[in-house]
């Protein structure tokens, strides 16, 4: 866990600190190559946020720098 993240779930509530890992978790930063990992696993917050920035970032499975797409992971397709 990151300082930022200790810093944010040490002040909040603890509702509102459980929301934020929480989505922070369903924020899914994915690599070209295919890899995702979280933005909470990233060290990371993302609450109460939209649209789908990119990150540049050193993707841990195949070690390049690459933009990783940020989107909300786990969506399960309807209808
Ligand atoms: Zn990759």
Excluded at 53 to 59: M, T
Aim: with cysteine; aromatic share 12%.
């Amino acid at each position: 866990m990151s300082s930022t993240q200790k810093f944010l779930l040490a002040i909040l509530p603890k509702s509102w600190a459980q929301g934020m890992e929480t989505e922070s978790r369903e924020w899914m930063l994915q690599c070209p190559c295919g890899y995702a990992k979280s933005v909470w696993d990233w060290g990371g917050i993302r609450w109460k946020a939209a649209g789908n920035p990119k990150k540049y970032l050193r993707c841990s499975q195949c070690g390049e720098m690459t933009w990783h797409l940020c989107a909300k992971g786990q969506q399960q397709q309807q209808g």
